[in-house]
């Protein structure tokens, strides 16, 4: 990616890059971010993208954070990292598949349990339906 130059070591804490919920296009992250504008009162069309950055960035941020859930449904993450073309040029399953990714020294953790809650909806076949 364009930001392997950025780095010389990382820390990667849950999840993984390749989860449906872990990355977003360019165009997913504009519609959150129109639907979070419009949450909190601020210009939120397509052809009103500048306005709206710069109502946000007047807004307190317990308020976007009060209204960022509301971007979308159940079970994912409302703003995660987007490939945008500029610091992440590709989706990471791509990069994994062909090799294109910096190869450094990384710290992995996780937390014991900590995906038990998403189970129920990622993982719908394991429970019975009545």
Known sequence: ???????????????????????????????????????????????????????????????????ESGTLGICDFPFVPVVDGSFLDEMPSKSLATKNFKKTNIL???NTEEGNYWIMYYLTDLFRKE
């Open 1 to 67: 990616p364009l930001s392997r130059n950025l780095f010389s070591q990382a820390i990667m804490e849950s999840g993984s890059a390749t989860a449906p919920w872990a990355i977003i296009s360019r165009q997913e992250s504009i519609i959150r971010g129109l639907r979070l504008a419009e949450a909190v009162g601020c210009p939120h069309t397509r052809a009103q993208i500048p306005e709206a950055i710069e109502c946000l960035r007047k807004v307190n941020a317990s308020v976007l954070v009060e209204n």
């Open 108 to 110: 992995m953790g996780s």
